[in-house]
């Protein structure tokens, strides 16, 4: 079947690292890939997205990349600091707009060392 | 503004119960998502609502599950004759894009059946 995962359960860095979480992916026909952050007691939280013709999308201390020949995606966190410890999903999205829904990973829970 | 509410944040049922859960997203957001976590499955998508209309019902898990979403904001999602498997937080999420790829997401509903 067709999924999304992720390598790694628990990622734990020093706070003013970079961190790097990983995804790799089987479903080649997404539209969109896209990472939500999750802290305790809420509901998941987008963080960005990268269309499926890109290769790399910058936001604000984060940068999503994308490699389409091993299916692999990753999100990357420049100087990490305690407000960003949670779980992260990596998700995809088909190109049937909004019935298509998201496909989540399992999560990788960071944990930012003081 | 106000963002996607949920209530009951907590519920706690008797196996064989129906129990009803609902959702109201963010006011004009045409879009309105169902999904369910648990440890053993993840997030997974339910169902989704463009205006009052659901196109696919086929991600409900059983045909114990039903949703409906009136005047176009207001959603509920219905379980009938609880069983123990159905134990999971129900997360429902708006969007006002029709690509649905940024999704906010309510606190959600625990469930939980004894």
């Known amino acids: 079947g067709e999924s999304v995962g992720l390598h790694l359960p628990t990622l734990s860095v020093q706070e003013g690292d970079n961190s790097i979480i990983n995804c790799a992916y089987s479903n080649s026909a997404s539209d969109y890939f896209i990472w939500y952050k999750q802290e305790s007691g809420k509901g998941p939280q987008f963080i960005i997205d990268i269309r499926s013709n890109m290769d790399k999308r910058q936001g604000q201390r984060v940068t999503v990349l994308l490699n389409k020949t091993v299916k692999h995606l990753s999100l990357q966190i420049a100087a990490t600091q305690p407000g960003d410890s949670a779980v992260y999903f990596c998700a995809e999205k088909g190109s049937g707009g909004g019935a298509d829904g998201l496909t989540f990973g399992k999560g990788t829970h960071l944990i930012i060392q003081p | 503004g106000a963002g996607v509410s949920q209530s009951p944040s907590n519920k706690v049922t008797e196996k064989g119960k129906d129990v009803e859960l609902r959702c109201d997203p963010i006011s004009g957001h045409t879009a309105l998502y169902w999904y369910r976590q648990s440890l053993g499955q993840g997030l997974e998508f339910l169902i989704y609502?463009?205006?009052?209309?659901?196109?696919?019902k086929s991600g409900l898990p059983s045909d114990r599950f039903s949703a409906e979403r009136t005047g176009g904001s207001v959603s509920t999602l219905t379980i009938q004759r609880t069983q123990q498997e159905d134990s999971a937080v129900y997360l429902c999420a708006s969007s006002s894009g029709l690509a649905g790829v940024e999704q906010y997401f309510g606190p959600g509903t625990r469930l939980t059946v004894t």
């Open positions: 609502f463009q205006g009052n209309s659901a196109p696919d």
